[in-house]
C-alpha cells in the first residue's frame, strides 16, 4: 500500500480499517482524501486475504463532509437568472460519489466507527456501510437544505434505515441527532463508550471476519440485491449464489466441522 496524506490505512488480520485523517477540519473530504480513497477502497476490495472493511476518523470528528473550498472551489458562487428565468430542474448529474464509489466497490462487509460529527459525505458513507457502532459523543448533522442544496445519499439510505416517516422528519427539519437518538431510530446498531469505541469495532469487525468469506460476502451482495425484488427473485437468486459458492468448500467444511464437534477453518479467499 503507498503512503497517504489525508487517510491512515491499517489491517489486522483478515480486517482492514481506513481512517480520514484530516483532523483540523473535522476530516472534511477536501480533493487529496477524494483521490487517496479513490485508490485504497479497489486495492482493499481486490485483496483477497481482507475479509472485513471498517472506516472511522481521527481526532474529534467522523467526517464533515466535503471541504468545499478544496474539493469544489466554485460550489459557493451563487448562479443567478433574470425574471422568468428560474430553473427548477435541469439534467441531473451525479451526487455523493463517494459513498457510491463506497458501495458499488467493496464488496465486503464494511462497518463505520463513528467517533464524532457525520455530515454530508461522510453521512453518506456511514449510512453506506453495513454497519454503524458509535461511540456515545458521537452525531449526525442533516446540512443539505439549511445550505439550499438538495439532498443526495440520504434520498436512498436514510428512509431505509430509520423509516420514511423519521427520515423526512429529520430532513426537513434540518435537525442533528446525538448518537443516542440515532440508536433509537435504528441509525446505528451500537453505541460505545467514546475510548471504547474502536476496541468494540476491531472485536465486531474480527467476530464478522471469523465467518465463512465467501457466503458472508455473498450475503451482503444478496441483501442489497434484495431491497428492490420480491421473495420469489430473492430466493432464486439465494440459490443461485449457492450453486456458484460451491466451489469454495465452505458449506462441506462447515458441515465436517459440526459432524467432528470442532471449529471450523474457513480458508477460502
Not at 72 to 95: F, I, K, N
Not at 192 to 210: F, G, K, Q, T, V
Amino acid at each position: 500500500m503507498s503512503d497517504f496524506e489525508h487517510i491512515i490505512y491499517e489491517k489486522r488480520g483478515y480486517v482492514a480499517c481506513i481512517t480520514f485523517n484530516y483532523p483540523e477540519k473535522l476530516n472534511a473530504m477536501d480533493r487529496i482524501m477524494h483521490e487517496e480513497l479513490q485508490q485504497i477502497i479497489p486495492e482493499v476490495q481486490n485483496d483477497s486475504s481482507v475479509r472485513v472493511v471498517m472506516f472511522t476518523g481521527s481526532g474529534r470528528g467522523f467526517c464533515s463532509g466535503a471541504d468545499v473550498r478544496n474539493f469544489r472551489p466554485d460550489s459557493h458562487r451563487e448562479a443567478t437568472a433574470g425574471p422568468g428565468e428560474q430553473v427548477y430542474y435541469t439534467q441531473p448529474t451525479p451526487s455523493s460519489p463517494m459513498p457510491r464509489f463506497m458501495h458499488d466497490t467493496i464488496k465486503k462487509p464494511v462497518i463505520s466507527a463513528i467517533n464524532g460529527i457525520a455530515a454530508g459525505a461522510g453521512y453518506g458513507m456511514a449510512m453506506a456501510s453495513d454497519l454503524r457502532i458509535a461511540s456515545k459523543t458521537a452525531s449526525f448533522s442533516h446540512v443539505y437544505l439549511r445550505r439550499a442544496l438538495i439532498p443526495s445519499a440520504e434520498l436512498w439510505w436514510l428512509q431505509r434505515l430509520v423509516g420514511i416517516s423519521n427520515a423526512r422528519h429529520l430532513l426537513y427539519t434540518n435537525r442533528d441527532i446525538d448518537a443516542e437518538e440515532g440508536y433509537r431510530i435504528g441509525l446505528i446498531s451500537q453505541l460505545s463508550e467514546p475510548d471504547e469505541l474502536m476496541d468494540d469495532a476491531w472485536a465486531l469487525a474480527e467476530e464478522i471476519a471469523s465467518l465463512p468469506p465467501v457466503a458472508t460476502q455473498w450475503a451482503k451482495v444478496l441483501m442489497d440485491k434484495a431491497l428492490d425484488l420480491d421473495y420469489d427473485d430473492t430466493q432464486y437468486l439465494s440459490g443461485l449464489a449457492r450453486g456458484l459458492s460451491q466451489p469454495a468448500g465452505e458449506f462441506a467444511e462447515g458441515t465436517r466441522s459440526f459432524l467432528e464437534k470442532r471449529a471450523p477453518e474457513f480458508n477460502a479467499e
